[in-house]
């Protein structure tokens, strides 16, 4: 007899619909198509959010733990969990605890890895934002702005900046919000490379509050606004990573490794 076969797509989750869908839902659109066999569900992480699309759009998501228990009442023997998360930090190791509590509810349950996890992961990331800004010119600053962490995943940032100049691109700079690097030191390093004009863009799967807000918004201490005061041209470039192909398709690879350790 054949098994029924799931993949759970794990995202934070954002209130903003028109970025959902061509990021989250994106992602969950090429799971679909590579993985024709297996069925694709969403969960969300924050209970913030879908608290929000709950009361104010009446839409119902399901957290892990719930939708963990909907595959298992219908009867799903093989699921492969995969977070669209950036680092393997607080929200990871959440999910890998809520895995172990829910293990014996199917016949397998394997956890794909975050964006960056590998040393091929930053190769490949860094390739991918590389591609799609293969037009930055010199005088160009491509700033990324990750959300950071105090998990000591956070370090993962600047192993990213650096992966950058290696791969020959040193005019593309990591900071986060919360953070190391933070704006300060971004700034000090741009300052340094001195470009006419600065791009701005969210290291983040979607470009919800922090990239509308901390990133683009009008405040004085946008990211935007600190670096118009330091006199380059600015530009916000409103695009989650999960607009582009060749990110997703480094989810697919991490949700073909998780499938094979189930046969
Ligand atoms: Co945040």
Same mark, same amino acid.
């Given at each position: 007899? !054949?098994?029924?076969?799931?993949?759970?797509?794990? &995202?934070?989750?954002?209130?903003?619909?028109?970025?959902?869908? @061509?990021?989250?839902?994106?992602?969950?659109?090429?799971?679909? $198509? $590579?993985?024709? %066999?297996?069925?694709?569900?969403?969960?969300?992480? !924050?209970?913030?959010?879908?608290?929000?699309?709950?009361?104010?759009?009446?839409?119902? +998501?399901?957290?892990?733990?719930?939708?963990?228990?909907?595959?298992?009442?219908?009867?799903? %023997?093989?699921?492969?969990?995969?977070?669209?998360?950036?680092?393997?930090?607080?929200?990871? %190791?959440? #999910?890998? *605890?809520?895995?172990?509590?829910?293990? &014996?509810?199917?016949?397998?349950? =394997?956890?794909?890895?975050?964006?960056?996890?590998? !040393?091929?992961?930053?190769?490949? +990331?860094?390739?991918?934002?590389?591609?799609?800004?293969?037009?930055? @010119?010199?005088?160009?600053?491509? +700033? #990324?702005?990750?959300?950071?962490?105090?998990?000591?995943?956070?370090?993962?940032?600047?192993?990213?900046?650096? *992966?950058?100049?290696?791969?020959?691109?040193? =005019?593309?700079?990591?900071? /986060?919000?919360?953070?190391?690097?933070?704006?300060?030191?971004?700034?000090?390093? +741009? *300052?340094?490379?001195?470009?006419?004009?600065?791009?701005?863009?969210? #290291?983040?799967?979607?470009?919800? %509050?922090?990239?509308?807000?901390?990133?683009?918004?009008?405040?004085?201490?946008?990211?935007?606004?600190?670096?118009? @005061?330091?006199?380059?041209? /600015? *530009?916000?470039?409103?695009?989650?990573?999960?607009?582009?192909?060749?990110?997703?398709?480094?989810?697919?690879?991490?949700?073909?490794?998780?499938?094979?350790?189930?046969?």
């Amino acid at each position: 007899m !054949s098994e029924k076969k799931a993949i759970l797509a794990v &995202s934070f989750g954002t209130s903003h619909k028109e970025t959902r869908e @061509k990021t989250i839902g994106a992602i969950e659109e090429d799971m679909r $198509r $590579r993985f024709p %066999d297996y069925q694709v569900r969403r969960a969300f992480t !924050s209970g913030m959010i879908m608290r929000i699309l709950r009361e104010r759009d009446g839409i119902q +998501v399901d957290n892990v733990a719930e939708a963990l228990k909907r595959l298992a009442d219908e009867g799903f %023997d093989q699921v492969v969990l995969q977070p669209t998360h950036i680092i393997n930090g607080d929200e990871y %190791d959440k #999910l890998m *605890r809520q895995a172990r509590e829910c293990q &014996s509810l199917f016949h397998r349950l =394997n956890t794909g890895k975050p964006l960056l996890t590998d !040393s091929a992961d930053y190769e490949a +990331v860094c390739r991918a934002i590389m591609g799609e800004f293969s037009h930055l @010119k010199k005088d160009e600053a491509l +700033v #990324l702005m990750g959300h950071g962490t105090g998990h000591f995943a956070d370090a993962a940032y600047a192993a990213l900046d650096y *992966r950058f100049k290696a791969l020959g691109a040193e =005019n593309v700079f990591v900071g /986060t919000v919360e953070g190391y690097p933070g704006i300060e030191e971004v700034r000090g390093q +741009v *300052r340094k490379y001195s470009p006419r004009r600065v791009i701005l863009l969210p #290291l983040m799967v979607v470009a919800g %509050d922090h990239a509308v807000n901390d990133m683009a918004g009008d405040e004085e201490d946008s990211w935007r606004s600190v670096f118009e @005061k330091d006199g380059y041209e /600015t *530009r916000c470039v409103l695009k989650g990573l999960g607009e582009f192909p060749e990110i997703r398709e480094i989810y697919m690879e991490h949700i073909l490794k998780a499938a094979k350790q189930q046969g």
